[in-house]
């Protein structure tokens, strides 16, 4: 079953900030995150494994709690180039190969 | 840049024919997958493969088959194309727990 994504869409103004959600009903070993330019491939971002751990590089971090089996992607001071579509990628606990992704989320980022 | 070759990039086929597409890897990678996309479904898993000969189904199976005979190509065949298979196609490839996976430039296919 798919992760859930929120929200769908978000539309923002350069430099202003943005939270992506990912929720998944089942017990994870990791998560993925990845961004999407338009009719282009998905490009990694980062992955966070079980543990709670919290990353980031640059202006883009992101947590995962594991208990709630939620992570959330943190984008800061937003840029025209965080324009794209976000797709968290869930991996379950007990089965590391099957990689499942949301729906996406579209980010746009205006002057 | 990851070695991942998709095939063909573009295809245009009718209602009922048989189409084949293929990924094809240099990075010798374990895990290798299939996915469409579609307009506010995202990425949705078709079909994986964790080694040779080894495969698994994901959320959207049904019409679709997959062959790995060697660790480097992963076919994805569609028996008889119907309309509903008009979407666009990535392959994916993963090695590690902790590592990115890597994605093809996907195939657009539209079945007419």
């Known amino acids: 079953q798919q992760p859930v994504q929120s929200p769908q869409a978000v539309i923002l103004r350069e430099g202003e900030d943005a939270v992506i959600n990912c929720s998944s009903s089942k017990a994870l070993y990791s998560v993925h995150w990845y961004r999407q330019k338009h009719g282009e491939a998905p490009v990694f971002l980062m992955i966070?494994?079980?543990?709670?751990e919290q990353k980031g590089h640059d202006k883009i971090s992101a947590s995962f709690n594991e208990k709630k089996q939620q992570s959330s992607l943190y984008l800061t001071a937003s840029q025209l180039s965080y324009s794209g579509t976000y797709f968290c990628?869930?991996?379950?606990?007990?089965?590391?190969?099957?990689?499942?992704f949301g729906q996406g989320t579209t980010l746009q980022v205006k002057p | 840049d990851a070695g991942i070759t998709q095939s063909p990039r573009h295809k245009v086929t009718e209602t009922g024919t048989p189409v084949t597409l293929r990924c094809h890897q240099t990075?010798?990678?374990?895990?290798m997958y299939w996915y469409r996309q579609d307009p506010g479904h995202g990425l949705r898993l078709i079909h994986y493969?964790?080694?040779?000969?080894?495969?698994d189904k994901g959320e959207v199976s049904d019409g679709y088959s997959v062959s790995r005979s060697k660790t480097e190509d992963f076919l994805l065949t569609l028996e008889s194309a119907t309309s509903s298979q008009t979407s666009v196609y990535f392959c994916a490839t993963w090695e590690l727990r902790n590592t990115e996976a890597f994605f093809g430039q996907g195939t657009r296919l539209t079945v007419v």
């Open positions: 990628g869930t991996v379950p606990s007990g089965n590391t190969g099957k990689l499942i």
């Open positions: 966070l494994l079980k543990g709670g």
């Open positions: 493969s964790y080694g040779v000969k080894d495969t």
């Open positions: 990075e010798n990678h374990r895990y």
